[in-house]
């Protein structure tokens, strides 16, 4: 029985040392977008993972779009993932160069293919306020949480990964109407082109 209670103590441990570093990371992010220092903020960002994060969002909302009125058909949702997702995935590309992801960040405006859409910002967050940090984050898998930029979910979020020596921005939870508004701004690109 002693084993299971220190072994249930040092698990509560580290995860505790892992939020707390996630929030020193944060506080890093949040500087370097304050400053306008898109190269840092650009070597504290797993792009892949963003552009992914932000793709999938995207199709994910346009599925559930042409799927109000009827079901959707496999063929469908097939090209949805493939060719709307290339779509998706040209649209998020324009947003992740250094200044453009700093901006969106720190306006929390995000233009994409002629449409804007609005977030929390991220410099909102003081990570000063420790404890206050520590209750926007919540994990999502073993190495990676969820902060959330507002004091409800809706208000958007960024995810960060745990990688190598440190976490990486990995994700950016856009507002629901904020991922519809592209969505369909995706809907209006696919027409355009095919």
Known sequence: MRWFGGTLRSHRWLRDLCRVSAVASVGGLVGAVRTGNGVDV????????????LVDQIVGAYLKQI??????????????????ASIADAMIGQMLTPENLTAALDKGVISVGGAEVGMQRLTEIDTSKVLETLRRISPTKPVEFLIRLGKIEDRGGVSLHFEGNGWKLSGIQLPKAAVQLLA?????TKGRSG
């Open 42 to 53: 650009l070597a504290r960002t797993d792009t892949a993972r963003v552009r992914r994060s």
């Open 184 to 188: 369909e701004n995706l809907v209006k």
């Open 67 to 84: 799927g109000r009125d009827r079901p959707v058909k496999p063929l469908e949702r097939l090209a949805a993932n493939t060719y709307g």
